[in-house]
Protein backbone atom coordinates (compact mmCIF):
# COMPACT_ATOMS: atom_id res chain seq x y z
CA UNK A 1 0.00 0.00 0.00
CA UNK A 2 1.57 3.44 -1.05
CA UNK A 3 2.11 5.86 1.62
CA UNK A 4 1.27 8.86 -0.65
CA UNK A 5 -1.22 9.77 -3.10
CA UNK A 6 0.63 12.21 -5.97
CA UNK A 7 -1.65 15.31 -6.52
CA UNK A 8 -1.45 18.54 -8.29
CA UNK A 9 -0.10 21.68 -6.40
CA UNK A 10 -2.45 24.18 -7.36
CA UNK A 11 -4.49 23.11 -4.74
CA UNK A 12 -2.23 25.10 -2.94
CA UNK A 13 -2.06 28.54 -5.00
CA UNK A 14 -0.52 28.80 -8.39
CA UNK A 15 1.86 25.68 -8.55
CA UNK A 16 2.17 23.61 -11.43
CA UNK A 17 3.65 20.27 -10.46
CA UNK A 18 2.66 17.51 -8.18
CA UNK A 19 3.10 16.82 -4.56
CA UNK A 20 3.17 13.78 -2.76
CA UNK A 21 -0.17 13.57 -0.38
CA UNK A 22 -0.17 11.57 2.63
CA UNK A 23 -2.36 8.61 1.91
CA UNK A 24 -2.89 6.82 5.27
CA UNK A 25 -4.55 7.70 8.08
CA UNK A 26 -1.97 7.98 11.31
CA UNK A 27 -4.86 6.60 12.92
CA UNK A 28 -7.12 4.20 11.75
CA UNK A 29 -4.03 3.31 8.79
CA UNK A 30 -6.83 3.18 6.44
CA UNK A 31 -6.08 3.76 2.90
CA UNK A 32 -7.69 7.56 2.04
CA UNK A 33 -7.84 10.44 -0.13
CA UNK A 34 -7.64 12.87 2.72
CA UNK A 35 -10.02 15.87 3.19
CA UNK A 36 -8.11 18.93 3.34
CA UNK A 37 -9.40 21.13 6.75
CA UNK A 38 -7.03 24.30 6.65
CA UNK A 39 -4.10 24.42 4.47
CA UNK A 40 -1.61 27.27 3.63
CA UNK A 41 2.26 27.44 2.16
CA UNK A 42 5.37 29.53 3.06
CA UNK A 43 8.13 30.53 1.41
CA UNK A 44 11.53 29.65 2.64
CA UNK A 45 15.21 29.83 0.71
CA UNK A 46 13.54 29.89 -2.49
CA UNK A 47 11.39 26.81 -1.72
CA UNK A 48 7.64 26.42 -0.79
CA UNK A 49 6.54 24.70 2.37
CA UNK A 50 2.82 23.51 2.18
CA UNK A 51 1.08 22.59 5.05
CA UNK A 52 -2.45 21.33 5.94
CA UNK A 53 -4.69 20.05 8.61
CA UNK A 54 -6.50 17.28 7.67
CA UNK A 55 -9.34 15.31 8.13
CA UNK A 56 -9.79 11.10 7.75
CA UNK A 57 -12.31 10.21 6.09
CA UNK A 58 -13.12 6.45 7.50
CA UNK A 59 -12.30 7.39 11.54
CA UNK A 60 -12.75 11.15 11.27
CA UNK A 61 -10.03 12.02 13.46
CA UNK A 62 -7.92 14.82 12.21
CA UNK A 63 -4.24 14.83 11.61
CA UNK A 64 -1.24 17.13 10.39
CA UNK A 65 0.72 17.22 7.15
CA UNK A 66 3.73 19.23 5.75
CA UNK A 67 5.50 18.96 2.44
CA UNK A 68 8.11 20.46 0.83
CA UNK A 69 7.61 21.80 -2.40
CA UNK A 70 9.97 22.09 -5.26
CA UNK A 71 8.92 22.66 -9.07
CA UNK A 72 9.07 19.52 -11.01
CA UNK A 73 9.93 17.17 -8.19
CA UNK A 74 7.97 14.64 -6.45
CA UNK A 75 10.76 13.26 -4.30
CA UNK A 76 9.96 15.32 -1.27
CA UNK A 77 8.01 12.94 0.92
CA UNK A 78 5.94 14.70 3.73
CA UNK A 79 5.86 14.53 7.14
CA UNK A 80 2.55 13.85 9.12
CA UNK A 81 1.84 14.21 12.72
CA UNK A 82 0.67 11.86 14.30
CA UNK A 83 3.40 9.37 12.82
CA UNK A 84 2.01 6.48 10.70
CA UNK A 85 3.79 3.42 12.74
CA UNK A 86 3.75 -0.25 11.80
CA UNK A 87 0.83 -2.34 13.01
CA UNK A 88 1.51 -5.65 12.33
CA UNK A 89 -0.33 -8.31 10.12
CA UNK A 90 -2.25 -10.62 11.89
CA UNK A 91 -4.60 -13.79 10.05
CA UNK A 92 -6.14 -16.42 12.27
CA UNK A 93 -6.60 -18.73 9.39
CA UNK A 94 -3.24 -18.60 7.65
CA UNK A 95 -1.74 -18.67 11.99
CA UNK A 96 -3.80 -21.87 11.57
CA UNK A 97 -1.53 -23.17 9.24
CA UNK A 98 2.08 -21.67 9.96
CA UNK A 99 2.35 -19.58 12.93
CA UNK A 100 6.31 -18.96 11.84
CA UNK A 101 4.62 -17.73 8.62
CA UNK A 102 3.16 -14.58 10.07
CA UNK A 103 6.29 -13.75 12.02
CA UNK A 104 8.51 -13.58 8.65
CA UNK A 105 5.51 -12.22 7.13
CA UNK A 106 5.98 -9.57 9.51
CA UNK A 107 9.13 -8.86 9.21
CA UNK A 108 9.02 -8.56 5.58
CA UNK A 109 5.56 -6.34 6.05
CA UNK A 110 8.18 -3.81 8.60
CA UNK A 111 11.23 -3.72 5.62
CA UNK A 112 8.63 -2.71 3.01
CA UNK A 113 7.16 -0.46 6.12
CA UNK A 114 11.13 1.23 6.32
CA UNK A 115 11.13 1.40 2.60
CA UNK A 116 13.84 -1.62 1.92
CA UNK A 117 11.75 -3.34 -0.88
CA UNK A 118 14.83 -5.70 -1.57
CA UNK A 119 14.72 -7.16 1.44
CA UNK A 120 11.17 -7.48 1.62
CA UNK A 121 11.03 -9.14 -1.68
CA UNK A 122 13.28 -11.62 -0.40
CA UNK A 123 11.39 -11.99 2.48
CA UNK A 124 7.80 -12.10 0.94
CA UNK A 125 10.03 -15.58 -1.09
CA UNK A 126 11.18 -16.96 2.56
CA UNK A 127 7.41 -16.63 4.07
CA UNK A 128 6.31 -18.37 0.85
CA UNK A 129 8.21 -20.99 1.35
CA UNK A 130 7.52 -21.61 5.04
CA UNK A 131 3.39 -21.32 4.09
CA UNK A 132 4.00 -23.40 1.30
CA UNK A 133 5.35 -26.19 3.25
CA UNK A 134 3.41 -26.12 6.48
CA UNK A 135 0.38 -26.55 4.16
CA UNK A 136 1.58 -29.55 2.59
CA UNK A 137 2.31 -30.74 6.23
CA UNK A 138 -0.17 -29.54 8.82
CA UNK A 139 -3.07 -29.40 5.82
CA UNK A 140 -2.63 -32.04 3.14
CA UNK A 141 -0.74 -34.31 5.52
CA UNK A 142 2.71 -34.82 4.10
CA UNK A 143 5.38 -35.94 5.56
CA UNK A 144 7.26 -33.60 7.25
CA UNK A 145 10.46 -35.05 6.09
CA UNK A 146 9.63 -35.50 3.06
CA UNK A 147 8.33 -31.82 2.75
CA UNK A 148 11.46 -30.52 4.36
CA UNK A 149 13.67 -32.06 1.85
CA UNK A 150 12.00 -30.23 -0.96
CA UNK A 151 13.29 -26.86 -2.61
CA UNK A 152 10.65 -24.62 -3.46
CA UNK A 153 10.10 -25.03 -6.76
CA UNK A 154 9.40 -28.70 -6.45
CA UNK A 155 7.30 -28.14 -3.30
CA UNK A 156 4.84 -25.81 -5.12
CA UNK A 157 4.72 -28.23 -8.17
CA UNK A 158 4.09 -31.38 -5.72
CA UNK A 159 1.77 -29.81 -2.98
CA UNK A 160 -0.45 -27.05 -5.19
CA UNK A 161 -1.54 -28.81 -7.77
CA UNK A 162 -4.14 -26.60 -8.54
CA UNK A 163 -3.75 -23.94 -11.42
CA UNK A 164 -4.96 -20.82 -9.82
CA UNK A 165 -1.89 -21.33 -6.57
CA UNK A 166 0.75 -23.02 -8.65
CA UNK A 167 0.86 -20.08 -11.43
CA UNK A 168 0.53 -17.36 -8.35
CA UNK A 169 3.16 -18.83 -6.32
CA UNK A 170 5.47 -19.09 -8.77
CA UNK A 171 5.51 -15.54 -9.84
CA UNK A 172 6.11 -14.25 -6.16
CA UNK A 173 8.91 -17.81 -6.01
CA UNK A 174 10.82 -16.31 -9.46
CA UNK A 175 10.36 -12.37 -8.49
CA UNK A 176 12.02 -12.94 -4.91
CA UNK A 177 14.43 -15.46 -5.82
CA UNK A 178 15.69 -12.59 -8.77
CA UNK A 179 15.83 -10.18 -5.97
CA UNK A 180 18.62 -12.78 -4.33
CA UNK A 181 20.77 -12.30 -7.31
CA UNK A 182 23.34 -9.99 -8.47
CA UNK A 183 22.03 -10.05 -11.95
CA UNK A 184 18.00 -9.70 -12.20
CA UNK A 185 17.18 -10.90 -15.10
CA UNK A 186 13.48 -9.64 -14.60
CA UNK A 187 14.56 -5.91 -13.41
CA UNK A 188 10.76 -4.68 -15.55
CA UNK A 189 8.86 -6.20 -13.05
CA UNK A 190 8.71 -4.29 -9.98
CA UNK A 191 7.96 -4.69 -6.29
CA UNK A 192 4.32 -4.01 -6.53
CA UNK A 193 3.57 -6.77 -9.29
CA UNK A 194 5.58 -9.11 -6.74
CA UNK A 195 3.27 -7.97 -3.76
CA UNK A 196 0.87 -7.95 -5.74
CA UNK A 197 0.62 -11.54 -6.57
CA UNK A 198 1.52 -12.24 -3.09
CA UNK A 199 -1.78 -11.10 -1.63
CA UNK A 200 -3.76 -12.92 -4.62
CA UNK A 201 -1.96 -16.25 -3.34
CA UNK A 202 -2.61 -15.52 0.64
CA UNK A 203 -6.22 -15.00 -0.26
CA UNK A 204 -6.23 -18.49 -2.37
CA UNK A 205 -4.78 -20.22 0.90
CA UNK A 206 -7.35 -18.31 3.14
CA UNK A 207 -9.75 -19.94 0.92
CA UNK A 208 -9.11 -23.26 0.40
CA UNK A 209 -8.66 -23.98 4.03
CA UNK A 210 -12.02 -22.04 5.38
CA UNK A 211 -13.36 -24.14 2.33
CA UNK A 212 -11.84 -27.37 4.06
CA UNK A 213 -12.91 -26.69 7.50
CA UNK A 214 -16.59 -25.22 7.62
CA UNK A 215 -17.84 -23.69 10.51
CA UNK A 216 -21.36 -25.80 9.89
CA UNK A 217 -22.48 -28.17 7.55
CA UNK A 218 -25.06 -30.56 7.06
CA UNK A 219 -26.49 -33.03 9.04
CA UNK A 220 -27.24 -36.50 7.12
ZN1 LIG B 1 -8.52 7.33 10.11
Given at each position: ???????????????????????????????????????????????????????????????????????????????????????????????????RFIDIYNQA??????????????G??SA??I??????????????????????????????????????????????????????????????????????????????????????????
Amino acid sequence: MSKYLIKGASIFGSYSHNFKKPSICPYCHISIDVQKKKKNEHSFNGHQLFIATCKCTACRKNFFFACEYDSGKTDYDPIIYPAVEFVPYSNDTLKAISPRFIDIYNQALQSEFHNNLELAAIGYRSALEILVKDYAINELKKDPEEVRSKKLYDAIEIYLNQDGLFKTADVVRILGNDHTHYDRKYPQYDFGLLKCYMDIFLKNIEALYLINHPPVSRTL
